[in-house]
């Protein structure tokens, strides 16, 4: 009887723990419990789901028009090989297009949320990345995500997009408090710190993504956060001489570059050509500056990471997921 008990323990232990080890060993060998990327139609070849253990992607877009509908989307049935959940990005360009849609007063909120739901019948979830409101519609804006949030249903997951912050704004259409309530997981676009118009400088310093991680944590519970890394770069130049020119602006331009030759065509108007030294500064991430992102979430105890977006990265940064 005392061998026929320890058996049934034995047995029950193998049965109850054994499952648990060996997905907190699958967890481990990810390092996140989730990893979501996006991914645009067409770029198949840029995407191997044996070797990008991608546990949500992100089919990028939908596209909002002035009617309420969506006038294109990807079709969820391709890359047959994916066995994770796939998400239907919608996104709304402009700020005009985007208060026309979301202030109820016009009539579209309502016709975009079903057209939505329709769009996304395949999907398992449905991402807003709306970037442009006016902050005069934060609350029009609040009201659109819990309809659409509504009429998705329990079974969608519903996430949306929202800007990098380290500390709370006195107004702010993308307050992550007041988004919470409406969103399965919040997507933190945690880039873009330097960007084509600002000085030259990393996407994103990895300290102020700390921060922005840091404060997102003070705010959000940690299982709806997911914290965004770029897989882009920018180049910078110290001079731009393609842009239209004041006629004085062309005077100075030739006087620092010793033009002393203006050619005019058969009409009389004048041109001219001049060659000059630029400086060009180049920010990026690589294999090693993405493990570092991804070493400093790990210990901020970041549980969900994405990426945008796939094709744009150093490719062997995915064996980071299997070591």
Known sequence: MNKIRRLVSLLTFVSVFLPLVSQESAVENRHFEEIWAYYLPGN???????KMPVTDLCFFSG????YGEISYFPSADILPDYKGRRHLVI???????????????YGVSKKLIKSIVKASVNFDGVQIDF?????RDAQN???????????????????VCVPARNKKLTEDVYDYAS?????????????????????????????WANKIAEY???????????????????????????KAWLFSGIKRIQRENKVDKVDRDANGIPHFKFKTTITVTGWYDDDVSLRARMDSFKKLEVKKIGF????????????????
């Open 63 to 66: 596209d909002v028009n002035c």
């Open 44 to 50: 198949s070849d840029s995407f191997n789901p044996e």
């Open 131 to 135: 970037e442009n409101i006016p902050q």
């Open 308 to 323: 945008w977006r796939i094709g744009q990265e150093d490719t062997d940064f995915w064996k980071y997921f299997f070591e």
């Open 141 to 159: 804006f609040l009201k659109f995500l819990k309809d659409l949030k509504k009429s998705l249903g329990k079974k969608k997951m519903f996430s």
């Open 179 to 207: 988004i919470e309530p409406y969103a399965d997981r919040i997507f933190i676009m945690a880039y873009d710190q330097h960007w084509s118009t600002s000085v030259p400088g990393a996407i994103a310093e990895i300290p």
């Open 91 to 105: 996104t709304c360009e402009g700020r005009s297009l985007s208060h026309f849609v979301v202030d109820p007063d």
């Open 216 to 242: 997102a944590k003070s705010i959000l519970p940690a299982e709806k956060i997911i914290m965004g890394m770029p897989f882009y770069g920018r180049t910078w130049v110290n001079e731009n001489y393609a």
